[in-house]
T-cell receptor, first 114, second 111 residues
């Protein structure tokens, strides 16, 4: 079946602009996660949704970052007033309600802030 | 202190050799443990879960030592296709929460 999909695959923006990154999880997966991976680092947890609600947003670095999942499926990560330090690959993952210990990752969105 | 620590390598290993990676984790409340594989410019993919009793999947063997907070991965008869970055990963209680990743160990299998 279809895996986790993310759009766009690449996004180049200018410092100070607003961006939205989209994640479409595997159908039926109620848990959805966002991670950020900088060059040479492992993925860093940002936020976790169970259904429509953010169950844990402790990884969001500051209030410029916000994520929503209004219908419990597709999620959007929103970054306001982008900074050069926001440049990274943003990864989305989802997990099966019956196997919450296994997360399936999407291909990521590579964000470059100039 | 980094929550999950790994030797970043690179490990350069001849084809057919056996190679072992280790990692340590700092949160003694961690409940789930994994090795993920990540190819260049690709997303991480689950290689195997890790249990205290040890588990094996073909050429791959993983081991967890809760007392020492130490996780290992052994690859036997290494193949060129094993070249990748191996990420040591821990999760909290319940499984349905964010994972904590190490920086990864870069493995290069040489012909």
């Amino acid at each position: 079946g279809a895996g986790v999909s993310q759009t766009p695959s690449n996004k180049v923006t200018e410092k100070g602009k607003y961006v939205e990154l989209r994640c479409d999880p595997i159908s039926g997966h109620t848990a959805l996660y966002w991670y950020r991976q900088s060059l040479g680092q492992g993925p860093e947890f940002l936020i976790y949704f169970q259904g429509t609600g953010a169950a844990d947003d402790s990884g969001l670095p500051n209030d410029r970052f916000f994520a929503v999942r209004p219908e419990g499926s597709v999620s959007t990560l929103k970054i306001q007033r982008t900074e050069r330090g926001d440049s990274a690959v943003y990864l989305c993952a989802s997990s099966d309600p019956g196997r919450t210990d296994t997360q399936y990752f999407g291909p990521g969105t590579r964000l470059t802030v100039l | 202190r980094k929550e999950v620590e790994q030797d970043p390598g690179p490990f350069n290993v001849p084809e057919g050799a056996t190679v072992a990676f280790n990692c340590t984790y700092s949160n003694s409340a961690s409940q789930s443990f994994f090795w993920y594989r990540q190819d260049c410019r690709k997303e991480p993919k689950l290689l195997m879960s890790v249990y205290s009793s040890g588990n094996e999947d073909g050429r791959f063997t993983a081991q967890l030592n809760r007392a020492s907070q130490y996780i290992s991965l052994l690859i036997r008869d290494s193949k060129l296709s094993d070249s990748a970055t191996y990420l040591c990963v821990v999760g909290g209680g319940g499984g349905a929460d964010g994972l904590t990743f190490g920086k990864g160990t870069h493995l290069i299998i040489q012909p």
